[in-house]
């Protein structure tokens, strides 16, 4: 059964600091991996898909690296600002009875202060 | 605008009475699903649905049924809701499950259900 970890739960930084966000999966036979973004009560928020065959995706000021033999992946965050203060979840799509299945971590709560 | 939508967002309700959750895509994607998310448990999923009249357990089922009749839609239901189903639900959806499973999942805006 896949488990996914996410390192750290809970992080704080000081605007325009750079950072890096943890995601680890115990079985490497993945489809993809995703990264979402949610804000307090609301819904999730696609940030970047990595397929199994990619090593990693940018979109503006993030950038995610997948490395599948390892079961990890992080989210790079450059030059945060105080609008990135969310919670940061991984999710990885592996095999299941139904085709694949979403297994999800428990997050990164990211606070950035101005 | 490619959205999934649900109803109601926010919803009280007290032990026994029947509910529904509804929840429809506009982006004719085949698979949906559903999933609560408790502190400290994270997102599990309920049920899903490869596509019209296919539908399967997911990892927390018990007190939950769901029914796929139109592509777009995928109500849940709770016949009798209990306290420890008060929640926050997503409803989901991609364009394929299928085996390759390279498609992104969009998810709705969340239902907070409290069941009293």
């Known amino acids: 059964k896949q488990e996914v970890t996410q390192i750290p739960a809970a992080l704080s930084v000081p605007e325009g600091e750079n950072l890096v966000l943890n995601c680890s999966f115990t079985d490497s036979a993945i489809y993809n991996l995703q990264w979402f973004r949610q804000d307090p009560g609301k819904g999730l928020t696609s940030l970047l898909l990595?397929?199994?065959?990619?090593r990693e995706q940018t979109s503006g000021r993030l950038n995610a690296s997948l490395d599948k033999s390892s079961g990890r992946s992080t989210l790079y965050i450059a030059a945060s600002q105080p609008g990135d203060s969310a919670t940061y979840l991984c999710?990885?799509?592996?095999?299941?009875?139904?085709?694949?299945?979403?297994?999800f971590g428990e997050g990164t709560q990211l606070t950035v202060n101005p | 605008e490619a959205q999934v939508t649900q109803n109601p967002r926010y919803l009280i309700t007290v032990t026994g009475k029947k509910l529904t959750v509804t929840c429809s895509q506009n982006m004719n994607h085949e698979y949906m699903s559903w999933y609560r998310q408790d502190p400290g448990l994270g997102l599990r999923q309920i049920y899903y649905?490869?596509?019209?009249?296919?539908?399967d357990k997911g990892d927390v089922p018990e007190g939950y049924k769901v029914s796929r009749k139109e592509k777009r839609n995928f109500p849940l239901i709770l016949e009798s809701p209990s306290p420890n189903q008060t929640s926050l639900y997503f409803c989901a959806s991609s364009l394929h499950s299928g085996v390759a499973g390279e498609y992104e999942q969009y998810f709705g805006p969340g239902t907070r259900l409290t069941v009293t």
């Open positions: 649905s490869m596509n019209v009249e296919v539908t």
């Open positions: 990595i397929q199994s065959s990619q």
């Open positions: 999710a990885v799509n592996s095999r299941s009875l139904g085709g694949s299945r979403l297994t």
